[in-house]
């Protein structure tokens, strides 16, 4: 069974600075998208930074110069580096990926998963 685990988040002041992480737990295969949404409050989910498995790269323009999105292919690991953290940046930030696994019986699945979020804050 795959998992997404988010570690990272919490409170920081305007101008500062967090990082975020997830792993990818479970057999997987590949990672085809991986990335970052984030859901403020009375708003709806929104992309954050994607990466696919060749390194393309898609920003949301709002964080564009700010945030920084990597990936460890090898550990099966995303990050989101966040810079220069604004009020409006404050949400639950979830993890997504798009992968292939396979299940305890050995069979190759295709899907998309989420990771639970993690709270991020920026407040004075």
């Known amino acids: 069974q795959v998992q997404l685990v988010e570690s990272g988040g919490g409170s920081v002041q305007p101008g500062g600075s967090l990082g975020l992480s997830c792993l990818a737990a479970?057999?997987?295969?590949?990672?085809?998208?991986t990335g970052w949404y984030r859901q403020a409050p009375g708003k709806e989910r929104e992309l954050v930074a994607v990466?696919?498995?060749?390194?393309?790269?898609n920003y949301l323009d709002s964080v564009k110069g700010r945030f920084t999105i990597s990936r460890d292919g090898a550990k099966n690991t995303v990050y989101l580096q966040m810079n220069v953290l604004k009020p409006e940046d404050t949400a639950v930030y979830y993890c997504?990926?798009?992968?292939?696994?396979?299940?305890?019986?050995?069979?190759?699945?295709?899907?998309?998963?989420w990771g639970k979020g993690t709270l991020v804050t920026v407040s004075s």
């Open positions: 990466i696919t498995s060749r390194d393309r790269i």
């Open positions: 997504y990926a798009d992968l292939e696994s396979t299940d305890y019986e050995g069979v190759l699945r295709g899907m998309d998963y």
């Open positions: 479970g057999h997987i295969v590949s990672i085809n998208v």
